[in-house]
């Protein structure tokens, strides 16, 4: 199958260049497993991206926040995948539930993103999640899977992205999905690949869970079969996300 485990940092709109630099010397002096067993990937602040590219050690890569939905030009504010691919940024996540509730972002308009940024020679981090009353009306899987199929009907080349399952529930709430809440979706959202992609991509493309992870309940996370890593919000500003990183030597002696 061969899905390197995968541990984002999504460090949100947090942190000053003196926070940033600390968090980034504590992630430069870890000891942790090698790149062929887990793939690491931080994700500060636009304003931060150059500063962290350049502090960071080299076998650990950074990613955007988000990024513009077509070509740059006259649009105040956003940032460009143009941009991020001329500062050598080669993620961005995209689709993360903050910016999916507080600014209306549709599935479609993410699936359009996640198309163009790969388009322009970026790896994805695309999100997907139900809130809590999808959960409760028993509508989880439909929704994550009109989420993935918004990006599906846009995108060719899967080995360009990676899907963050991140219930809203779960996410900053300190709710996090059981181990057996989280493989179900990561299951069906596997099938949902296979039925609808293919079985190559299916087997190949890493579904990580996203949601008050944390240096605890990660190694019971990571023990899950169809769980290839995790999106960390909070706990990736912590000393933890070490641990959290770690967990990859479970699948390891799996
Ligand atoms: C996130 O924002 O992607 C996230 C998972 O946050 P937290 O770990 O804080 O729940």
Redesign the pocket.
């Known amino acids: 199958m061969g899905r390197t485990f995968f541990v984002g940092g999504?460090w949100?709109c947090n942190g000053t260049s003196e926070e940033v630099k600390k968090i980034v010397s504590t992630l430069n002096a870890a000891q942790v497993p090698s790149q062929d067993v887990v793939e690491v990937v931080v994700s500060p602040p636009f304003v931060f991206l150059p500063l962290v590219k350049n502090e960071l050690r080299p076998d650990f890569h950074v990613a955007a926040q988000n990024c513009w939905v077509k070509k740059g030009g006259a649009f105040t504010g956003e940032v460009s995948a143009e941009m991020l691919v001329n500062l050598s940024i080669p993620w961005v996540i995209l689709g993360?539930s903050?910016r999916r509730a507080i600014l209306g972002e549709s599935n479609e308009f993410v699936g359009d993103k996640v198309a163009y940024a790969i388009s322009q020679g970026l790896k994805v981090i695309a999100?997907v999640g139900e809130t809590l009353e999808q959960r409760e009306s028993g509508s989880t899987i439909d929704v994550v899977a009109a989420q993935t199929k918004a990006i599906a009907d846009k995108v060719t080349d899967w080995s360009k992205v990676v899907i963050?399952y991140?219930p809203v529930w779960?996410?900053?709430?300190g709710k996090v999905a059981s181990p057996a809440q989280a493989q179900e979706v990561h299951a069906e959202l596997r099938k949902w690949l296979q039925a609808n992609v293919s079985a190559e991509v299916a087997a190949s493309t890493r579904i990580i869970y996203?949601?008050?992870?944390n240096g605890a309940n990660c190694k019971e996370l990571a023990g899950q079969p169809d769980i290839d890593g995790f999106?960390?919000?909070?706990?990736?500003l912590k000393p933890e996300f070490i641990d959290i990183i770690k967990a990859a030597e479970v699948k390891k002696s799996a």
């Open positions: 999504n949100k993360h903050e999100c963050a991140e779960a996410i900053g709430t996203g949601g008050s992870v999106l960390v919000g909070g706990a990736s």
